[in-house]
């Protein structure tokens, strides 16, 4: 750090330390392509997102396009090597006119702090950026599937991750970046969307699963973008709950905005979705219409009940409400998920609990606890090899019998089979497309938006990706389809020994 001359200086330095959007906002010009070197002042957003990399030790960020957070990266990795000892940054752009253009974008900011918030350089050559008093390092290269190899980064800024460099394969890439960051290096994904199976795209989609903080920054999120104080007032009040803009907010923006009008309204339709709605296109045959599965997205509440790591409660059970339960088996065991979902009969979700490292035993016990809760839900528990197991421990060891029969053959359970799967998907498209089910689940809507037909015309997702909790609403969608109705009493299956 530089020389602290006054009193004054010394409390600024301490300002700037411990109050990293202060430092932004007072210290950091930068160079932009239109007005030339100008003062940095944070929008929310962008000041929300600093805060969340001071926290969050993984970061995963959905961006539209041009909203300033690749610069907000740098700054905080600027005054990460500014203020903390022994750091070793490494910035992974898509070819190196990139990496260079975000190396020198941190030299323009170094360059107009002033001197009191400056230490001696050592090298300070095309990639790479020394701070000698504080032995930290900023290291910008081209990516490469051997980028962190030769490294111990502390943290690492991986920018338009879902654009890889022609012949790079990004799983190579993470897979040598992972282990050099080691179990405490901190680690920021950012890009717009570009399609879906990339690495990107499955980091966004199993975010949680991954322990990734996940950001997603909506175009509207500029103020000068929508036109209207109070609308943007609005839109605030919905992102500051981490909530994106309603499908109806975003047509009253299109309607004001002086920018919309000039940039983007007579923008091809798949191009303006990708790049500024941050919709992930699918090149394939999706199974339901996008547009209906995004628009779930409205009814995906801001705060809700965590019950375990894994089990997410969107409504406490209410007095007199029949609720129906669906249960789509595994075997627990670090392969697919168990996937569980309670919903009202007109379709509104209000729990769900999913995860593959809980053994069915178990995961079948919570689940009986879970539908004695919600008033004897009516229990549809898929009837394919494992499920088999579970109807028998739901019913011989918990006593538990308000089930779905077949009407076909009276046996407790759903059959999915080559048959009834296309019939069951067909069925729940029509009901997203009418829409008659309100889904809370932000990885249920995730799974509908990838679920598509293979080259075989096969509805399953695609290789690497869940569709568990799919099934679950598909099964959750033949209940409410045949009309069942609940079954207070059952005769108990023959007397046989019991499975311990």
């Known amino acids: 750090m530089g020389q602290i001359r006054t009193e004054e200086e010394l409390n600024e330095l301490e300002k700037c330390a411990n109050d990293i959007v202060y430092f932004a906002n007072t210290y950091i010009w930068f160079n932009d392509k239109k007005r030339g070197i100008v003062q940095f002042e944070a929008y929310p957003f962008q000041a929300d997102f600093l805060l969340d990399l001071c926290e969050h030790q993984k970061n995963i960020v959905l961006k539209s396009r041009q909203m300033g957070l690749s610069w907000t990266a740098l700054i905080w990795a600027l005054h990460r090597c500014l203020f903390f000892f022994d750091q070793k940054g490494l910035i992974l752009s898509m070819d190196k006119s990139a990496a260079d253009d975000a190396l020198n974008r941190i030299k323009v900011m170094y360059d107009y702090l002033p001197d009191f918030l400056k ?3 050592g090298d300070n050559s095309k990639s790479i950026i020394e701070f000698k008093d504080m032995n930290s390092m900023i290291k910008s290269v081209a990516m490469t599937e051997s980028a962190g190899r030769s490294d111990t980064p502390t943290f690492a800024i991986w920018d338009e991750m879902a654009f890889p460099r022609k012949g790079v394969d990004p799983y190579k890439v993470w897979d040598s970046l992972k282990p050099a960051l080691g179990e405490t290096g901190k680690f920021i994904g950012i890009s717009t969307p570009n399609g879906f199976g990339n690495l990107f795209h499955r980091f966004w989609t199993q975010g949680e699963e991954r322990g ?3 950001t997603q920054i909506h175009w ?14 609005e839109l605030e009040e919905r992102r500051k709950r981490r909530l994106q803009p309603t499908t109806e907010q975003v047509e009253r923006v ?3 905005s002086h920018w919309y009008e000039m940039e983007c309204k007579d ?3 798949d191009k303006f979705s990708q790049e500024y709605e941050m919709n992930f296109l699918n090149s394939g045959r999706p199974a339901f219409s996008i547009s209906k599965v995004l628009k779930q997205f409205d009814n995906v509440l801001d705060k809700f009940n965590k019950l375990n790591d894994h089990i997410e409660q969107y409504k406490k059970p209410e007095a007199g409400v029949e609720y129906i339960a669906a249960f789509d088996t595994s075997e627990g065991t670090g392969g ?3 996937a569980f979902g309670i919903f009202t009969r007109d379709g509104e979700q209000v729990l769900e609990y999913a995860c593959n490292n809980v053994p069915l035993r178990n995961f079948t016990d919570e689940v009986v606890g879970l539908c004695r809760l ?3 839900a009516l229990l549809v528990v898929e009837r394919n090899n494992t499920g088999i197991g579970a109807i028998e421990r739901i019913q011989e060891t918990h006593n538990y ?3 779905y029969y077949s009407p076909r053959d009276g046996k407790a359970g759903w059959h999915t089979g080559p048959v009834s799967r296309p019939i069951m998907i067909s069925d729940l498209r029509e009901l997203i497309n009418k829409e008659e089910l309100i889904i809370r689940s932000t990885s249920l809507i995730e799974e509908l938006r990838v679920f598509s037909y293979d080259e075989k015309d096969t509805p399953k997702a695609p290789t690497g990706y869940k569709d568990d909790r799919v099934l679950m609403l598909a099964i959750f969608g033949q209940a409410i389809k045949g009309g069942v109705e609940p079954v207070a009493i059952r005769v108990s299956p023959s007397k046989r020994k019991r499975r311990r």
């Open 119 to 121: 230490g001696d350089l």
């Open 374 to 376: 919600y008033n004897d």
């Open 212 to 214: 990734f903080r996940k």
């Open 336 to 338: 697919d998920n168990n």
């Open 267 to 269: 923008m091809d339709d």
């Open 254 to 256: 299109k309607a004001v």
């Open 401 to 403: 019998f308000n089930l």
């Open 220 to 233: 509207t999120s500029r103020p000068d973008r929508v036109g209207s104080i109070e609308l943007f007032n």
